[in-house]
């Protein structure tokens, strides 16, 4: 009787529950969502938050993750100054807007400064 229990018991425990034939199953990847601009490339200067040292921030660029990346390096050369891309923003160490809005004029982008 004991080794029927226990055949019984290898027949539950050989149905198989978990596979790992196909890996890890990754969910699908969105679709990048760029916030969509009016055209217009905008610059500011802050400096709240950051015991005031002032940078440039330039928004309205509807580029994706990595060309954003790529336009900031750029950026970053043209001034000579550090910077980095936060949200779709590309900020600049430093109030650098003359330069900027410059370059931006130069690379066909139509420019507005808001803020101070």
Aim: positive net charge; contains cysteine; charged residues 35%.
């Amino acid at each position: 009787m004991a080794s029927r229990s226990n055949d019984s018991l290898k027949d539950q425990l050989s149905q198989m529950v978990y596979s790992t034939d196909s890996g890890r199953i990754e969910p699908d990847e969105e679709p990048e969502q760029i916030p969509e601009g009016d055209g217009v490339v905008r610059l500011k200067r802050e400096t709240k938050g950051r015991k005031g040292k002032g940078v440039t921030i330039v928004t309205g660029l509807a580029l994706p993750k990595d060309e954003l990346k790529k336009f900031a390096k750029k950026l970053k050369q043209q001034c000579g100054v550090g910077g980095s891309v936060k949200d779709y923003d590309i900020e600049l160490q430093g109030d650098q807007r003359d330069s900027i809005e410059a370059y931006l004029k130069a690379e066909g982008y139509k420019v507005k400064r808001s803020g101070g």
